[in-house]
């Protein structure tokens, strides 16, 4: 049976790092989260434990002390000594992802993997500045981490098989399924999520019909579990937004961002997090 690495880093504990970290610990290992300051570090442990508190609410049979104990949080990269896989999963910033990775790599041993938790920033022009691309692949978990079971592994040409093969059983271990694809813009899933959710919205847009009508045509003509306009109110319109516009830089106008998409970022109507997007939440 596969095993994830005995001592795991994640850096950046907001929503995806902290379900990345709780896969872990509820996979078995010891599990460090790294932030920015000491507050940023204490949010990220309560995230961590609400998500443990919310799979015991669900039957999972473990010890909540010896969950919890399995985590650590810190505020210098340095605490990933020892670690044999760090993810990283700061927001989605190609300079910003840049500066944790090189932080990152700096704290951990030669053998050990490095990840990006990115969703569609191209793996090759992260690892370009690092000194181990070989040792570098990404780890696309999608949000929310404990509801899904899907990882993208994503294949940078320097990447090592024997990495990929070791990020693929991790994936396993984790009760997860792993879908490999090589490196390109957008991978597979943003690439073909963010277009679903792009025409969606230009729909609502043009008034085709209401935004309950359009995730019902996919939920019931086509059996998704979400439409794609609720989807995205999960994911967060500025998330999407982001992506497409990367998407739309790198392959063209069909990925360009609809007017009202921008404008409902702009207003702060970022779907679930916010209260507000396609739909209200309370």
């Not at 981490?145 to 040409?157: I, Q």
């Not at 093969?165 to 991978?187: C, H, I, M, N, Y």
Request: negative net charge; hydrophobic residues 50%.
């Amino acid at each position: 049976m596969s095993r994830v690495p005995a001592r795991v880093g994640v850096l950046g504990g907001g929503r995806m790092g902290a379900g990345i970290a709780h896969a872990f610990v509820l996979a078995g290992a010891e599990v460090t989260v790294v932030e920015r300051d000491a507050d940023a570090a204490a949010g990220a442990r309560e995230r961590v434990e609400q998500a443990i508190d919310g799979s015991l609410a669900r039957g999972l049979d473990a010890d909540r002390g010896a969950l919890a104990a399995a985590l650590t949080t810190a505020t210098d990269a340095a605490a990933f000594a020892g670690c044999g896989l760090v993810i990283e999963a700061v927001p989605e910033d190609p300079t910003l992802k840049a500066a944790a990775l090189a932080r990152a790599e700096a704290a951990i041993d030669e053998s050990a993997v490095l990840a990006t938790n990115t969703s569609s920033i191209g793996i090759a022009s992260l690892a370009e500045p690092l000194a181990r691309p070989h040792r570098f692949v990404g780890l696309h978990f999608f949000n929310p981490v404990p509801a899904s079971r899907l990882v993208e592994v994503v294949v940078g040409d320097a990447t090592d098989a024997d990495v990929v093969t070791a990020a693929q059983a991790w994936v396993e271990a984790l009760g997860k399924a792993a879908v490999t694809v090589r490196d390109s813009p957008g991978f597979a899933s943003s690439r073909l999520g963010v277009m679903l959710g792009l025409e969606a919205i230009r729909m609502l847009e043009e008034g085709v019909a209401s935004a309950a009508d359009i995730d019902a045509a996919m939920e019931l003509g086509y059996r998704h579990p979400m439409g794609p306009l609720q989807t995205t109110d999960v994911v967060g319109l500025d998330v999407r937004l982001g992506i497409a516009e990367q998407l739309e830089a790198e392959l063209g106008p069909r990925f360009a961002p609809p007017a009202l998409l921008r404008r409902m970022v702009a207003e702060g109507r970022l779907g679930r997090k916010s209260g507000s997007g396609f739909y209200d939440y309370d």
